[in-house]
């Protein structure tokens, strides 16, 4: 009971900072915003500081609250796979938790930081860094094209440009290669995000080829002449100390599948 007290506390904080508001974190997790405020209440006479700036406008963490925030987050985590684990439990004897590709440099942090808690145990993404206790496997090389579903003569300009946060070596090779793109009007962390913008609107941008084929073939979307392409490794990230058994089934198939992308 207490540990689900616990739990209780800590969503609701991370609720709190994510809404910015004591009210819409309370209509978000559908309780009163009273018992919003009385957890709160808990969790700052615990730590003996206040966790929140209240204000008219809403709610920010103070630095205490900042950091409480990163042991909040393992501490849902870690009761969120214990609560997957004890319920896949009995007809099967593994499961993995698996993230695809992130694009996102912090999103690549937060995923290394999960996989050394043990609450995540396999990520693919483009910059995994060396973080130690961890295996690191090329898997293979992705092909970022500039796409468009401007007319062929629309001239290409930062307002009309999407650019998705592909990772530190794209932006070094993008910068490099468009630095009239700089400024974009439109700056993304999510390749599917940005997509589904281009479909809906005249625009263009990088992502991989593997993704917009399907768009490319069916003509939505075109390769402007002279557009210039970059490459970045795709890598898979999960524990030296593992239980192959479990572990190798779904590696090779990873492996498999990526031998079809060369």
């Known amino acids: 009971m207490r540990a689900n007290m616990d739990i209780a506390l800590a969503s609701t904080f991370l609720m709190v900072a994510e809404a910015g508001s004591f009210i819409d974190a309370a209509r978000k997790l559908n309780v009163t915003q009273s018992t919003v405020s009385a957890r709160i209440r808990v969790l700052e006479e615990l730590f003996g ?6 204000s008219k ?3 920010t963490l103070t630095g205490a609250g900042e950091q409480f925030q990163k042991h909040a987050l393992a501490l849902v985590r870690v009761w969120q796979h214990a609560q997957l684990e004890v319920g896949f439990s009995g007809p099967y004897r593994d499961h993995l938790a698996v993230i695809a590709i992130s694009a996102s440099a912090s999103l690549s942090n937060v995923m290394i930081q ?5 609450t995540l145990d396999l990520a693919i993404m483009y910059q995994p860094g060396q973080p130690p206790g961890l295996t690191i496997e090329h898997l293979f090389d992705e092909e970022f094209v500039l796409v468009s579903s401007a007319p062929a003569r629309a001239r290409r300009t930062a307002s009309t440009y999407v650019f998705v946060d592909w990772g530190p070596e794209f932006q070094a090779e993008h910068a490099a290669a468009h ?5 974009a009007a439109m700056h993304l962390d999510m390749g599917s995000l940005g997509l589904d913008y281009l479909l809906a609107n005249a625009a263009s941008g990088y992502f991989p080829r593997r993704l917009v ?3 490319l073939r069916r003509r939505r979307l075109r390769i402007p002449a002279r557009a210039r392409a970059f490459s970045s490794p795709v890598y898979m990230v999960y524990p030296e100390a593992r239980d192959e058994e479990a572990y190798e089934p779904i590696l090779e ?3 498999s599948s990526a031998r079809r992308l060369m």
């Open 253 to 255: 198939g990873l492996r």
């Open 213 to 215: 084929a399907p768009y």
């Open 114 to 118: 999960r996989l050394l808690e043990g």
């Open 179 to 183: 630095p009239e793109l700089g400024k």
């Open 57 to 59: 406008s809403g709610a």
């Open 49 to 54: 500081r206040p966790l929140f700036e209240r």
